[in-house]
């Protein structure tokens, strides 16, 4: 399946945190300058410095060569491929933004931070998230090999400490650890979206559909009403559960003309009378930006009149009005 290009990045803000320095924006792919799109949109990259006095061939990408000044223009004298010019993406690199994980982890599980603490080089424990000490690490490797980063992890008689890292190159299981400690990939636990880290509780799934829309179809909708694009962040579009939806196509099936609640619901089968029923946000899901921009999208769209029979329209769904030029 192609995956979304919230995905791609955050595979991508996985992968530069595992290596720990700059990677050059022409030694990824094409996938992963989707993601880069994206993580610079999200302003959760910078520019690193770049030794460019020898480079890696922009041509064949196997060997190094000396970097000149050849009129104006910088080239790279590969020893297979001869002088090879540099692009722009040839002489930049990127990297994570100090402490941007760390500050969106904290925020996705609420943590108070009372309990931070470095246990190592790039491996801090942010603090607690029901009773587990919730720490991050560039690499899992590096827990196995120094069991008492487990000890030191732990606060007081809380439970087990809970690991976090970028997924390693094998599959292994939660318990790789063993039984003293969890491990989690940030990849499957974390979820980009507008800008900000969701968290996704062991044994739940994400509503994933896969590639974003390029562009809305109707007025600000996908074509299928499963993406909504917001005029606040138009390039990072809402996804909605199926039922939400079909709540939206229902109203745009309506034209702008308000109707009764039931009837609306009724042509989305939906069991509930109250639209905005499927857009309440659940007590555990607040502050979760995927559940609270479904909200603001339906604030944003659907228009209420509170009269005995409490009638929906929605404005963007209006047929729109083309002014013809009056006859001389």
């Known amino acids: 399946m192609t995956l979304s290009s919230r995905a791609l990045a955050w595979q991508l803000a996985c992968r530069l945190y595992a290596v720990g320095y700059p990677v050059k924006e022409a030694s990824l ?6 993601g880069l799109k994206r993580l610079q949109q999200d302003k959760a990259v910078e520019l690193a410095p770049v030794r460019l006095d020898y480079v ?37 690199a990127w990297q994570l933004k100090p402490g941007w994980l760390a500050r969106k982890i904290r925020a996705a599980l609420n943590l108070d931070g009372s309990q931070h603490a470095k246990l190592g080089q790039d491996i801090v424990r942010l603090g607690l998230f029901d009773r587990h000490p919730v720490v991050i690490a560039p690499k899992l490797i590096t827990l196995q090999t120094c069991p008492d980063l487990i000890e030191r992890a732990r606060v007081g008689r809380c439970a087990e400490p809970w690991f976090f890292t970028p997924r390693p190159l094998k599959n292994v299981d939660s318990q790789v650890l063993g039984r003293a400690a969890y ?16 968290f996704i509780p062991p044994g739940a799934v994400i509503d994933e559909l896969g590639s974003e829309p390029s562009g809305p179809t109707h007025g600000p909708f996908s074509a299928d009403f499963r993406w909504v694009f917001l005029d606040d962040a138009p390039d990072d579009p809402v996804l909605l559960s199926e039922k939400q939806a079909a709540i939206f196509k229902s109203l745009w099936h309506f034209r702008g003309e308000p109707q009764p609640g039931e009837v609306i619901m009724r042509k989305a089968q939906a069991d509930s009378d109250r639209p905005g029923d499927l857009f309440k946000i659940k007590s555990q899901n607040k502050g979760d930006p995927r559940y609270e921009r479904q909200k603001l999208a339906f604030d944003t769209l659907v228009m209420r009149k509170k009269d005995r029979e409490s009638s929906y329209w929605m404005p963007c769904a209006a047929p729109q009005k083309v002014s013809t030029p009056s006859m001389a």
């Open 29 to 34: 792919s094409g996938n992963e300058r989707i």
């Open 183 to 198: 491990w989690w990939s940030l990849e499957e636990r974390f979820v980009l979206f507008g800008g900000s880290l969701s």
């Open 56 to 92: 890696l061939c922009p041509y064949c990408q196997q060997d190094d060569g000396p970097v000149s000044l050849v009129n104006g223009q910088m080239v790279c004298h590969c020893p297979d491929c001869g002088p090879v010019e540099l692009d722009d993406e040839d002489k930049q």
